[in-house]
């Protein structure tokens, strides 16, 4: 007697579709590179190359660039949520604004170089305009728990604790400080740092 495999149970992938997934990938991932090495634009050509595949079938795979770029961004937010540690509410103010400035600022660092390409392509693209709000949501969501009991505290002025705690550590400002001010990173960690203190200082909150 023939027993059917369970609906729950992972189906087997054959030789011709587990190619059609390499093949997307590598594209998918020719395109991060190019981006990686400051190619803001890259195009269906140089991706291919770069892939290895020809320009046809980037296209088959993709049916536009728009397309192609909503995988890069999938890919990308696999990439960052690695370097998203819960950091405990718990834990004293001073080392909770060490612990997200840190953290927050390798995640910037990381996401730079996408995130300048997607800025090029954003005019007249709903998806990385989606995704760039989708992203703003998270990351604010993200200062709102970590630094809740004192937002909370500062009544009224609480939504405004929040805005100047969440441009301090926002993408803009680190790259307006790595690209523009030119600091390292390391300087550039230091001063995000000593924002947020600053911050939380003139809402008279002790860190």
Do not use: K
Not at 103 to 124: D, F, I, K, M
């Amino acid at each position: 007697m023939t027993t059917l495999p369970s609906i729950d149970e992972p189906q087997p992938i054959d030789g011709r579709t587990a190619r059609a997934v390499r093949t997307r990938e590598a594209i998918v991932d020719a395109c991060i590179s190019l981006i990686d090495d400051g190619d803001l634009r890259p195009t269906a050509p140089r991706i291919a190359a770069r892939a290895a595949v020809s320009v046809r079938s980037v296209f088959q795979h993709f049916v536009d660039l728009e397309t192609l770029f909503a995988a890069v961004g999938e890919r990308v937010a696999e990439r960052l949520t690695g370097l998203i540690v819960p950091i405990d509410p718990a834990r004293s103010l001073d080392e909770r604004i060490t612990a997200l400035v840190r953290q927050r600022s390798l995640l910037l660092e990381v996401v730079t170089p996408v995130r300048r390409a997607a800025l090029v392509h954003a005019v007249g693209s709903p998806e990385i305009n989606r995704r760039f709000q989708e992203g703003h949501d998270f990351l604010r969501a993200e200062v709102a728990t970590v630094f809740g009991a004192e937002i909370s505290a500062a009544g009224a002025a609480g939504a405004d604790l929040l805005d100047v705690l969440d441009v301090a550590l926002a993408w803009s400002t680190w790259d307006t400080l790595r690209a523009l001010d030119h600091r390292s990173e390391t300087e550039a960690r230091a001063l995000v740092e000593r924002m947020v203190r600053w911050t939380f200082s003139a809402a008279e909150i002790a860190t």
